[in-house]
């Protein structure tokens, strides 16, 4: 992930949080379902390690974390990315696919 042309230097549980999220771009998935995925893992109110590692994402991402622009959450239901305010703040995402590599996802920012 590049922001402002500068690679972002992302842990595992942030790439893979960042995954869940395009895979299923404009839907709300909850915290529950994020550990499933990415932990890989049975969620056994664990919200607090989702929280701490979505902090940290929207911390390198968002230019203003406490009010996020790329990750939205929707109280009570979860959080959500949206290839289209990407977009719309001039933002590029890419997915690329090649077999026996893996999918790679980039997504600039502007600043």
Not at 1 to 29: H, Q, S, W, Y
Not at 73 to 99: F, N, P, Y
Request: glycine share 10%; net charge positive.
């Amino acid at each position: 992930m590049f922001r402002d042309g500068v690679r972002l230097k992302l842990t595992a549980k942030e790439v893979g949080l960042l995954a869940c999220f395009m895979r299923n771009p404009n839907r709300i998935l909850s915290k529950e379902t994020l550990f499933t995925q990415v932990w890989g893992e049975d969620f056994y109110g664990a919200d607090n390690a989702v929280m701490v590692h979505m902090r940290r994402l929207r911390e390198k991402i968002e230019s203003n974390p406490t009010q996020p622009t790329y990750i939205k959450t929707v109280k009570g239901l979860g959080m959500a990315i949206s290839r289209d305010i990407i977009k719309a703040h001039g933002g590029t995402v890419t997915v690329t696919s090649e077999r026996g590599t893996g999918t790679t996802i980039r997504i600039e920012l502007p600043a």
